[in-house]
């Protein structure tokens, strides 16, 4: 008689368990150099849908994000100006760390952005003859940029993230304003690359789906 496999046993296969989640999170966004000159702050935020893998360890999110500046500025009437950012790309989250209830994530990040920096008349009250009445969208480009940081997770819900965001965006000035700035005596190159790089503290909530 032939024993079962000369008395080894066979280890049964072990199926893995996917876990998925959603991040939703939004703060504040310290612009620097081109930016800074214009604003002095503004909104950031994002969501993605993400899985894990290398048990459990590393975290893969697809995500979508908005950034957000905007200002008031009296250019012979009362105008506001905002510069919009719309991102999608891919977010890495290593799980690091953890002591007690948080765990700690390094975090890297790229995206495709797509920025547009536009003018919008808030009233019809002119205050003084405007030399510029070039509205809508006077600037505007894509590019991508990498970001890298922190994330600090509470008991698997709530994080704080701190990042900073590397991005260069080429942009191309509208023809309306480049003719506006020449009437004026003022020169504009239809192209320009501005660093729009960023530091950002956000707070989220991590979504679990358990099963």
């Known amino acids: 008689m ?12 072990v199926k893995k ?3 998925f989640a959603v991040d939703i999170d939004a703060g504040f966004s ?17 969501i993605g849908f993400k899985t894990a893998f290398l048990k459990n ?19 012979g009437e009362t105008k506001r100006e905002a510069f919009r950012t719309y ?3 891919l977010e890495f989250q290593y799980n690091a760390y953890t002591k007690n209830n948080y765990t700690f994530f390094p975090i890297l990040r790229v995206d495709e952005n797509f ?4 003018i919008t008349p808030k009233s019809d009250d002119k205050t003084t003859t405007a030399q510029f009445n070039t509205n809508g969208k006077v ?6 940029s990498i970001d890298a940081g922190i994330m600090v997770v509470r008991s698997g819900d709530l994080y704080v993230k701190l990042d900073y965001e590397y991005y260069k965006p080429e942009l191309t000035v509208s023809p309306e ?17 501005y660093n729009c790089s960023s530091i950002n503290l956000s707070v989220g909530v991590n979504l679990n789906f358990k099963k």
């Open 2 to 13: 032939i024993t079962l496999d000369n008395g080894k046993q066979k280890k049964p296969k």
């Open 17 to 19: 368990v996917w876990k």
């Open 30 to 46: 310290n612009p620097g150099a081109d930016l800074k000159e214009a604003f002095k702050g503004g909104l950031a935020a994002s």
């Open 57 to 75: 360890k590393l975290w893969l999110r697809p995500v979508g994000g908005l950034k957000y500046y905007w200002k008031n500025a009296d250019l």
């Open 87 to 89: 991102k999608a790309g």
């Open 115 to 118: 920025s547009s920096n536009n």
């Open 139 to 144: 600037m505007s480009g894509s590019s991508y």
């Open 177 to 193: 304003l480049i003719q506006e700035m020449l009437t004026a005596g003022l020169y504009m190159p239809t192209k320009k690359v």
